[in-house]
């Protein structure tokens, strides 16, 4: 049972992308698919949160201005993830954006050493440099970005997906010494909404509204000035706040009860390979050799990172909200 919810967590996890992917078909510029991704996970999460809020607020610390303030940062930090993640999708392949986005550790481990002055062992160095030569093989060809856009810029996407990877990095290294002090629950209450609220912002001072103005029949999504996005974008929506991030999200949690944080972290590295298979099957998405090989290096990298004895401890925080 355990070992099928700890899989389950990652197809679910892994399916974002392709939900993104397909969201953004429909008409959705990356900022709003976000901020309304975000907006509606807040407001799916809001029941548990008052009722598991109420139980346990007297056994935990009251959050302190300061304590806010850095949730907060870290909720726009989130916020940032997606939005740069989902911008990578329109650029680069499933398979190549999410490994991208998987060097998270590599990054949180960086974070770490800069929050602590620790420096990391000479493990952790050499997951970095084999993680950074699968990179390079990942990125160094474009065969499966021809059906892409021919608009699309793999160096766009590239940039993205990592700057993607260093903001759910920042997230958790943030968001850590919370998780046992105020609890999980509370953490994402504080995050979610000020990740919704920070891209709502950023799409406004942006500029690129497709998406963002709602129909008076909420039937469907204002796209431009000329046309409306039909019904069927609300679904992707929907699906993107209920499986990647509450089902999945929940079920990496529960796994953290049944399994060590290591082993769990470890397990995070099949959300890759499992998206990467989704695209193959359905987005005919077929990598190259080389990316096949270079993401074996690059996830043997992360793994190594992930089980060094001298990481950050915050690594070990596997709960990727996607």
Known sequence: MRYAVLIFSQIAVASAALLARWGMALGFAPGPLTAWRLTAASVFLLPAILMMDRRRSKRKEPVSWSDALLLMGAGAALGAHFWSWFASLNHISVARSTLLVSTTPLWAGLGGWLMTRRAPSRSFWGALAVAGVGVWMVTSTDAANVALDPGANPLIGDVSATFGAVCIAAYFVMTAP?????????????????????????????GNLDGVVVSPTLTAVREGADRWIGGEAWLAVLLLALIPQLAGHTALNWSLKHFSAGAVGAATLLEPVFAGLLAWIILREQPAAIQIVGACVLLAGVGWALLSGGRSEHVAQPTDPQ
């Open 178 to 206: 919370f998780q046992e002090r105020i609890g999980t629950l509370r953490v994402i209450a504080w995050t979610y909404p000020s990740a919704a609220v920070a891209v709502w912002l950023g799409v406004i001072i942006h």
